[in-house]
């Protein structure tokens, strides 16, 4: 509104002047028009030999056959806009009005203008700015999209470059922006818009995957605010690409969590999911079923068939192990040749049919590394949460307990942790 009023202004306070000529032989000025067109004194412009010294030379055309037209009654008298010089060549625009009358007796033209240089000037001002606007936000690298309730109002180049919306596409063609987040987001998302324009927050950051049209998923970050758009309340988003970032972290923490020769969880991992793991089994009282199997004889392999042999044989029991396993429970590598199974609501009886599953399994097939074969078997101890008091390191030392009965017993075997075991030594 503020704009649109000192727009107005700029009209209603416009300078304007009148001129009286015939043939462009200037006949009557006022001062105005004569300061108009940089002449100090009125007296000064009636010297001049042609009105249209003033006028760009490019108009004189046009302008010598409306004159005559409106002269001979061809045609109204016009209003119109025209480009002209002042005394000094600088353009002035000024909008004209023209209007046959009599001087003297005789048929004369007289020129109502209005200088229009400011409107025009600001008018330019307001193009380049809206140009300058629209080259920055075009080549800004982030993606910025306005919407309202996720139906798109404006996105600029990065954004659908960032989608793979067509650069020529309409938004109103591109439908519901919500459609191109992952579902998995779909709650917060629409949770969080509601804050943002109830005013509850200012600000929003997020972190969602996103589905480019070409159907691959994309990672991108996510700063909100409420606009205005059209003098409606709207969502103003910034988007960053952080895909390569996401994969980059991603990798990290596979690399943080995961054991390097097998890729099964390592132990600092094991040991939080055994940490919740314990804490779940107590909070519901249910079971939890823990397992270590410890390759037997792992030494001999290394010594018979060298490290690298070894190592082949370490990733195929684990390959073994976890395939088995299934999403049965959780397994990881415990140590160098000692690995954990952790399985919730496995009780007793199912723990020793899991271990004794994965040992046959283990011993029934030798494992290939090149042309040797060789016969693999593990041993397998077994312990159960037993007591609210009990911690994490006492169920794993409890099924330490039962695999060194296991190694005792003459290795390959199952073994269950019982209480009779709780002063043994551990291997
Ligand atoms: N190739 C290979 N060997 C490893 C790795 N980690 C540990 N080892 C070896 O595993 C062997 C374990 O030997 P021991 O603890 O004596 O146990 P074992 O020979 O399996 O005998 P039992 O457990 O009593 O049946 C050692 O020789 C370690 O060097 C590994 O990542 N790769």
Excluded at 391 to 398: C, F, K, Q
């Amino acid at each position: 509104m503020k704009d649109k009023n000192a727009h107005d202004e700029l009209y209603i306070n416009a300078p304007h002047g009148i001129v009286i000529h015939r043939d462009f032989k200037v006949l009557y000025v006022d001062d105005n028009y004569a300061q108009l067109f940089g002449f100090e004194k009125k007296e000064d412009m009636l010297k001049i030999g042609s009105l249209l010294e003033l006028i760009d030379p490019s108009e004189w055309d046009r302008s010598t056959r409306t004159y005559q037209a409106v002269m001979s009654g061809e045609k109204p008298p016009t209003v119109h806009s025209s480009r002209n010089l002042n005394k000094n060549k600088q353009e002035i625009n000024v909008l004209v009005v023209d209007h046959v009358i009599e001087w003297q007796g005789q048929p004369a033209m007289q020129v109502t203008i209005v200088d229009l240089s400011q409107q025009v000037k600001a008018q330019k001002q307001i193009r380049d700015s809206e140009r300058r606007y629209r080259e920055l936000v075009d080549g800004s690298i982030q993606g910025i999209l306005v919407h309202q309730n996720f139906t798109p109002l404006f996105a600029n180049n990065s954004l659908r470059e960032m989608f793979g919306l067509p650069l020529s596409a309409k938004l109103s063609e591109v439908g519901d922006m919500m459609g191109y987040i992952d579902p998995q987001h779909w709650k917060e998302i629409g949770e969080k818009h509601q804050q943002l324009m109830a005013g509850e927050q200012k600000q929003i950051k997020s972190e969602y995957k996103v589905t480019h049209v070409d159907g691959s998923s994309i990672w991108v970050n996510l700063l909100s605010s409420i606009c205005f758009w059209e003098g409606k309340p709207a969502a103003l988003a910034t988007v960053v690409d952080m895909t390569e970032q996401k994969r980059l972290q991603q990798a990290l923490e596979y690399k943080a969590n995961h054991d390097g020769l097998t890729g099964l969880l390592n132990r600092n991992s094991m040991s939080e999911i055994l940490e919740s793991a314990v804490q779940t089994a107590k909070d519901e009282t249910s079971d939890l079923c823990c397992i270590l199997a410890d390759i037997d004889e792992f030494k001999k392999i290394n010594d018979c068939y060298g490290h690298h042999a070894g190592d082949k044989v370490l990733k195929i029991f684990s390959q073994r192990c976890s395939d088995s396993l299934l999403k049965q429970g959780s397994v990881g590598r415990w140590g160098g040749e000692e690995f954990i199974f952790l399985m919730q609501q496995v009780d007793q009886i199912e723990g020793v049919f899991i271990a004794e599953r994965l040992r046959r399994l283990i011993a029934s097939e030798p494992i290939v590394v090149g042309d040797i074969s060789i016969s693999v078997s593990a041993s397998f101890g077994i312990a159960l949460l037993n007591s609210p008091q009990q911690t994490a390191e006492d169920l794993v030392a409890n099924a330490d307990r039962a695999l060194y009965k296991a190694k005792r017993k003459g290795r390959n075997c199952t073994m269950l942790f019982n209480e009779e075991d709780q002063h043994s030594l551990t291997i």
